[in-house]
């Protein structure tokens, strides 16, 4: 992708994709970057965008009238005067288009609509195996999102696109999981394609822990620049946030953390094919079924849940051993991308005190002073929503990119 302007201390949306333009193409009219000014949700008279673009008043009327003719900007009362009439103010309209949210883990599976802004109108959730294949999750998305938009009253076209987020690796320039470990049937498979030409609508996919990464940072820690969030469930991934923006790596495996190795675990096979990864020796299902071998519970994540809560001491201990397991790999990201916060999520994260407390143990134990000084190590604070709200954002941050309001400008 070509920008015409690729300076890096700039935020993203105000470098503007000029692929598939063309000498024959409409010059732009502008009106993309000054809506950028709005997103914040804060009202402006043209007087104010006057100031804030030095540009001239008629040119700032017509991006205006433009913005406005699409629907996403709207007047939004008057200012205070200082004399005269009282100018008129003009606000963002997230509620214009709606876009829909998808969440698929390993065992459930959330779908929500989100207003522009990330606002979540109506989800839904429920208990749903990945490894049914794409055939029967596709159409568990289809037969459920359509019930939800309907049931907003909402009609087609409104719908701006649909984000989601799945339990394994993702090419980021196709969409397609790429030989994801818990997701039998997957490989390869054209999500966006499927999803498109069911809802008429562009569709973006990503990894589940970027996903939740994103709807953590932008609803809770907008401010942080450097961020890692950690998803630990049945797989044990992570979303990575530098310089406020959400990093793929070249092609889209960064943060990948459950298949390193870790020290001393190298004998424990990994359902990838490798052994010592650390979703082989921490990943939730792992913990309960080595729970289920000592005598305690029954294998099952409800089972673990149930004895995180009733305090049990072998059940604590597993845990702290696991976050230990934990620790030793986020300490090498830690002095690799010297971070921040970082975020752990996922079921047990909000669960087991004695979870975080093993990676905090060794984390700051292995890491270099410098790195862990002001680090803080949280846990997820979005809730069920964080999925939903990370992969509408996503739709949301395309659909209301600059290029993208020229094109609905221009149509």
Request: glycine content about 14%.
């Amino acid at each position: 992708m070509v920008n015409l302007d690729q300076r890096e201390d700039k935020p993203p949306w105000l470098t503007v994709p000029v692929d598939g333009l063309s000498k024959f193409a409409p010059r732009p009219t502008g009106a993309g970057e000054t809506f950028q000014l709005f997103r914040d949700g804060e009202p402006r008279t043209r007087a104010s965008l006057v100031a804030a673009t030095g540009q001239s008043r008629s040119t700032v009327a017509a991006r205006i009238d433009a913005l406005v003719g699409t629907g996403l900007l709207g007047p939004s009362g008057e200012a205070d005067s200082t004399g005269g009439r009282p100018p008129a103010t003009f606000a963002f309209r997230p509620h214009s288009r709606i876009v829909l949210g998808v969440d698929l883990g390993a065992h459930h599976a959330r779908i929500g609509v989100t207003d522009l802004a990330g606002t979540v109108l109506t989800e839904h959730q429920q208990a749903l195996d990945i490894a049914d294949g794409p055939d029967a999750v596709m159409a568990w998305v289809r037969e459920r999102g359509h019930r939800l938009i309907d049931d907003l009253g909402r009609p087609a076209a409104d719908l701006a696109g649909i984000g989601v987020g799945v339990p394994g690796p993702v090419d980021h320039a196709s969409g397609r999981p790429i030989s994801p470990p818990i997701m039998p049937g997957w490989d390869g498979f054209d999500i966006a394609g499927r999803l498109g030409e069911e809802f008429r609508a562009p569709v973006v996919v990503d990894n589940d822990a970027n996903v939740m990464a994103l709807g953590e940072h932008r609803a809770i820690y907008p401010s942080e620049r450097e961020m890692l969030f950690v998803k630990v469930a049945t797989g044990i991934g992570s979303g990575i946030v530098m310089d406020g923006r959400l990093r793929h790596g070249a092609q889209g495996a960064a943060g990948d953390l459950g298949h390193l190795t870790v020290p001393g675990q190298e004998g424990v096979p990994c359902r990838c094919g490798n052994t010592g990864c650390l979703e082989a020796v921490a990943g939730v299902g792992v913990i309960a079924q080595r729970l289920r071998e000592a005598g305690v519970g029954d294998g099952t994540v409800d089972s673990l849940l149930a004895l995180v809560r009733s305090g049990d001491v072998t059940t604590s201990q597993q845990l702290r051993q696991s976050g230990r397991h934990i620790g030793v790999i986020l300490a090498n990201a830690v002095s690799l991308l010297n971070p921040a916060r970082i975020v752990i999520g996922g079921v047990l994260a909000v669960a087991s005190e004695q979870l975080i407390a093993g990676i905090r143990e060794v984390v700051y134990q292995r890491s270099l002073p410098l790195a862990t000084e002001h680090l803080v190590i949280s846990t997820a604070r979005a809730g069920s929503s964080a999925g939903i709200v990370g992969a509408a954002t996503m739709v949301a941050d395309e659909f209301l990119a600059p290029s993208a309001i020229e094109a609905l400008i221009t149509v």
